[in-house]
């Protein structure tokens, strides 16, 4: 009888607005599908489905920038997503890394003969989670992001099936990933249990309806400290940050690109969402934990980065010396979170930081990849000698991300890190900007290292010249011009990347 | 005080030469980078193409340089990145005019006077890119008035220095390329975290808006006392590097030895500059009261840098590091004029910058082509040259006199005038600074005498007289050392306008008077005042 009265009410489903997910999904869904039941497709087929997949997301989310510039922000899904330009700009990220990943694995894969559809259907998984982890306005829907990005990341890590150090890499990460993952969902139920809710709309809701009468809110600091954790495994800032260069050296080098650009950009957007946007009200109690965070990152990240002899390694410490300066602009995002008005430039310098990073990072691993494969696996320093000699449009290309990396002006990772510091400084954040500038010269070493192996020591004897394939030929072609590019005009970036405080909740 | 923003559109060329300085160079680099590698020959005629024509547009800029104007002139403006309120901003005054002079001048003769010793000729092509590089970005250094344009040219420079020291430099170059990177950049990022303060800060204390434009900031800008020492000492760390002043100098005596002769050319005669030349326009011209209020500090250090780097100078057995360390010596002169905070001294200072790059830049030019003959620069293993080439011998004495401060080369006028003018207001560090002049001359002398006197033994007898090619080029430092030693008026007359102007700026804002020293030993104004005239009348 009763059963006959309830009507389930559905939410009504935005289909364009979530078509970025939608065509992630069902490219990845075809890939696995179709490529399952038909046989081996033609050389190539295989990325260039993938390609176009995370093409076809990335033009969609633009499309959509404009929707949302012109009608206003909103949530989608009965508020379980947030649709605004924070959330156009990092799936457009994800989806530009994603592509030159894909370009780089092509060739990785076929030279190996692991040639196959599974490879770009997870990273397409991957892509979709940390799409969703970016546009999550709910904490169980962040999530399931989360876990779909950290899930197939493990399978990635390990899917060099013929090298044990990738299956232990993959061992490693999910390991330590589990364990992280836990203590986040762990902090989702403590915030659960202080505001009476997951979504982030009614969070803030929960604290501007209700006055804390008797002072005790350490329900939602003990959540807020166990996502911290989580969050910071995530970023890989330390003192979380132990499992990043054992993973980044043992999983294959297209797969550690992946993990560095599109892993490290849906981490910090999940960071943003959750600190920035749901918890302003503890800004102030969470705002010190991320400035030990950052200060952490860059002082031990350049430090350790450059008594490293392994490229790869070098690179993983450089990552979380860029978490640091990631972490700046949280912290300098986080003091005025959550006001009305002008919120200064936390936010927009994260995610410009987070583009320009993305894209920098993929390049670099672009050519560790064919430098190592061209010396049997090997990363080392030394297999970088004399790179300038044997391939000059390389060394060049690794020059340039290198340099940018080092935060020289006209690359784009100049912009980046003026971006955070400027961001830091306008809010007299004085010490750590300054704390992250030495940092910057003390990683700058390290780059300094390898160019000097690549331009000044010469080449070994033995040493081949590098086959440079067209698909990873193009990434870094497209990665360094776009470097250059960002570098000495960035002021369509900073309008576009400056609409992002205008986030939905 | 007329405003620096009103005399800004003065002089122009209705031709956009302040950018043309920059991007002339820049394309001949990215001219050479395309250039096929086969043909080294090739890379060199673009380079010299691309540095001579810059060199020809600085001397007309010199030539069309309005002379009684103190603001700056040929100012190009365009926006660049609005959202930062950042704009391509470039001008020159009288502070900046012989710098850019300088450079216009010592690149060419660098690119075609000095060949790299590259035992592949396919090398050609970076050296000559990065050359052209730096050519730039010194340019853009000296020409900018934006905070972030300056910096962005600040850090550009390092680059092609660190390559050029380390692929064609000597023996430890690798070594001596990192610290030289390392301790320019540890500078740099506090000057970085200080400009960003700066605008923020002037922004909201008398600017108004956010924007990085040095003359905004500089005229409107109000900042509590104790604020504006933070951020001097922001950017006094870069520049003191840069410079360098005692105790920061130990990057030098590596880079400058183990540079290719071009590197330490260059490196000597005007990127030292950016240093001292910071500190006048960022420093005193952003500063005053902070600048003001830690002259002592920097005149001791000066101090200090003029006679240690003198003594350290003495024992020096490497022809090449005693040059080196009478930079140390040299610059120390040029800050101690710099916040005597006199016109005198200050215009000395200026003027002194030019002549050690002149003097200095000879000098290892002439040091390089010992070294090209006889592989080696200890100065034990040279004797008696002069016997056999006493051409070349003649060269190095005009050079090392002029580096002396003999009076009649244009040594002289920039340290007189410095330890004039610095006298007025700062007189026991005076007299310390002029036993720089006598060590000076001990050192140069004495190595001038083991190396060039005596009987040549076996090594030396095949010592080569100069030839033509390097006659030509030391012939127009031969020729501006002179020039300027007798005839020092076409300088001081564009370099006073713009200097008087900034120590008015700096009365004005910090509250003092240039004419009334309050140190050491005060000088009552009218007999100061006197004694400036006079001095004027001398030269």
Known sequence: MLAQDITVSTPEVEWFHLSPIIALVGGALFLLVVGALTPRWPRGLYAFVAAATVGTAGGLAMALWDDVTDQGTGTLLAGALAFDTFSQFLTITICAATLLVVLVTDDELRRTGRDGPEVYALMIVAATGGVVMAAANDLIVLFLGLETLSLALYVLAASDRDRTTSQEAGIKYFVLGGFASAFFLYGIALVYGGTGSTNIGDIIGSFQGSVLVDGNDSLVLAGIALLVVGLGFKVAAVPFHVWTPDVYQGAPTNVTAFMASVGKAAAFAAMLRVLVVALPFHRDDWRPVIWVLALLSLVIGSALAIVQTDVKRMLAYSSISHAGFILVGVEAAGHRAGEVGDLGDGMPSVVTYLLLYAVLTVGSFAVVALVGRNAGGDTSLDAFRGLAQRRPALALGLTVFLLAQAGVPFTSGFVAKWGVIQAAVEEESYAIAIIAMVAAVIAAFLYLRIMVSTWLEPSAEAAEQEAVPLSTGLAVLSAAVFTLFVGIWPGWLLDAADTVTQYAR | ?539
């Open chain 2, 1 to 539: 005080m007329t405003s620096l923003l009103a005399a800004e559109t003065s002089a122009s060329l209705g031709f956009p030469i302040l950018s043309m300085l920059i991007i002339v160079p820049a394309v001949g680099a990215l001219i050479v980078a395309l250039l096929s590698r086969r043909r080294p020959e090739e890379m060199k005629l673009v380079a010299t193409i691309a540095s001579v024509a810059t060199g020809a547009m600085t001397v007309w800029l010199t030539v069309e340089f309005d002379v009684g104007d103190a603001g700056f002139q040929f100012v190009s403006q365009h926006p660049w990145i609005e959202r930062w309120g950042i704009g391509w901003h470039l001008g020159v005054d009288g502070i900046s005019l012989f710098l850019v002079l300088l450079t216009g001048i010592l690149f060419p003769l660098a690119i075609v006077g000095i060949d790299p010793h590259n035992d592949d000729p396919a090398r050609n092509k970076p050296y000559f890119a990065w050359l052209l590089i730096l050519e730039a970005g010194i340019m853009g250094s000296f020409v900018s008035l934006d905070l972030f344009l300056f910096f962005v040219f600040f850090e550009v420079v390092l680059v092609p220095m660190y390559f050029l020291i380390g692929g064609w430099g000597y023996e430890g170059r690798v070594h001596a390329a990192t610290k030289f990177f390392l301790y320019t950049m540890i500078g740099s990022a506090f000057m970085l975290v200080s400009i960003m303060a700066t605008v923020f800060i002037a922004s909201r204390n008398g600017v108004g808006s956010v924007t990085f434009d040095l003359v905004e900031i500089a005229e409107n800008a109000n900042f509590a006392a104790s604020t504006g020492r933070w951020l001097f000492f922001g950017f006094a760390v870069a520049f003191a590097v840069k410079v360098p002043v005692f105790p920061l100098h130990t990057w030098l005596p590596d880079a400058h030895t183990q540079a290719p002769t071009a590197g330490s050319v260059v490196l000597a005669g005007v990127m030292l500059k950016l240093g001292t030349y910071g500190l006048l326009r960022f420093g005193l011209y952003l500063f005053p009261e902070a600048a003001h209020w830690s002259r002592a500090l920097w005149l001791t250090l000066a101090v200090v840098g003029i006679t240690y780097g003198a003594i350290v100078a003495t024992m020096q057995k490497d022809l090449k590091r005693l040059v080196a360390y009478s930079s140390v010596a040299h610059l120390g002169f040029i800050v101690l004029g710099t916040f005597a905070f006199t016109g005198q001294a200050i215009t000395g200072s200026v003027m002194q910058m030019v002549n050690h790059g002149v003097s200095t830049g000879a000098l290892f030019l002439l040091v390089g082509m010992i070294y090209e003959r006889r592989h080696t620069r200890q100065i034990s293993e040279l004797k008696g040259i002069q016997s056999v080439a006493p051409i070349f011998a003649a060269a190095f004495m005009i050079v090392m006199l002029s580096s002396i401060g003999v009076p009649g080369l244009n040594g002289f006028v920039g340290e007189y005038l410095i330890l004039i003018g610095a006298f007025l207001s700062a007189r026991w560090w005076v007299v310390v600074a002029a036993t720089g002049v006598i060590l000076a001359a001990l050192y140069l002398l004495w190595a001038y005498q083991r190396v060039f006197h005596g009987e040549p033994d076996e090594e030396n007898r095949t010592f080569a007289e100069l030839k033509l090619r390097e006659a030509a080029v030391l012939l127009p430092f031969i020729g501006v050392i002179v020039f300027t030693g007798v005839y020092p008026k076409p300088m001081l007359e564009r370099i006073e306008p713009a200097v008087e102007q900034l120590v008015a700026h700096v009365e004005e804002k910090a509250g003092f008077t240039a004419a009334e020293p309050g140190s050491p030993d005060p000088i009552p104004a009218e007999h100061a005042d006197d004694e400036a005239d006079h001095e004027e009348g001398d030269d």
